[in-house]
């Protein structure tokens, strides 16, 4: 079973800190992707990555960056947190294989609220 | 870029009732994968259906890609069935991001 794990579920940070997400997969999957999920304006993308140290800005990259220095790892960095970042943080991998092996699979997802 | 419209938003549904959610999309797609997203947040992949019909269990999709749209059909609902059902399809041609409909809210009454 493929699995993709995030660091925390719920986190409480204060406004100003630096903060970090982290996601493992671990089926050796080349895409990853950072997603965050807000009542009424659904699943956003904020960043993904083709591959290691590949990085493209998503629809809402604004106050966020990532790193990929390994395959099984994805980073989101919110380099100083704001009350606005508050939200529900999805990580998610997929093989570049074609066909059913396009697959997106999510971690369970980190709840952040910056007070 | 590619629009993706499911509906209807929500549904409310007695246990043991049957259900379609539809997913309307602008533009031709090899790729459209159904999730649902349980009452704690986790999203868990259906079905991947670029085009014809799969089923699993009481759940089953079809997806008409000539006419650009797709179903999930939820029969015998459980209150487990409870959550959001998201369909997505990738923003553009090749190894691309998917982009995410508003998703359907179905809530399963006992």
Not at chain 1, 42 to 49: D, K
Not at chain 2, 27 to 45: A, K, M, T, Y
Not at chain 2, 89 to 102: A, D, E, H, I
Request: contains cysteine; hydrophobic residues 30%.
């Amino acid at each position: 079973d493929v699995k993709v794990t995030q660091s925390s579920r719920y986190l409480v940070k204060r406004t100003g800190e630096k903060v970090f997400l982290e996601c493992v997969q671990d089926m050796d999957h080349e895409n990853m992707f950072w997603y965050r999920q807000d009542p009424g304006l659904g699943l956003r993308l904020i960043y993904f990555s083709y591959d290691v140290k590949m990085k493209e800005k998503g629809d809402i990259p604004e106050g966020y960056s990532v790193s990929r220095e390994k395959k099984e790892r994805f980073s989101l960095i919110l380099e100083s947190a704001s009350t606005n970042q508050t939200s529900m943080y999805l990580c998610a991998s997929r093989s570049i294989e074609g066909g059913a092996s396009r697959t997106q699979y999510f971690g369970p997802g980190t709840r952040l609220t910056v007070l | 870029g590619i629009q993706v419209e499911q509906s209807p938003p929500d549904l409310i549904l007695q246990e043991g009732a049957n259900s379609t959610l539809r997913c309307n999309f602008s533009d031709s797609v090899n790729n459209l994968q159904w999730f649902h997203q349980n009452p704690w947040g986790q999203l868990i992949n259906l079905f991947y259906i670029p085009s014809g019909t799969k089923q699993n269990g009481r759940l089953s999709a079809t997806t008409v890609a000539t006419e650009r749209y797709s179903l999930l059909y939820i029969s015998s609902s459980q209150t487990t069935d409870s959550g959001v059902y998201f369909c997505a399809v990738p923003v553009g041609s090749g190894n691309t991001p998917l982009v995410f409909g508003k998703g359907t809210r179905l809530s399963v009454i006992a």
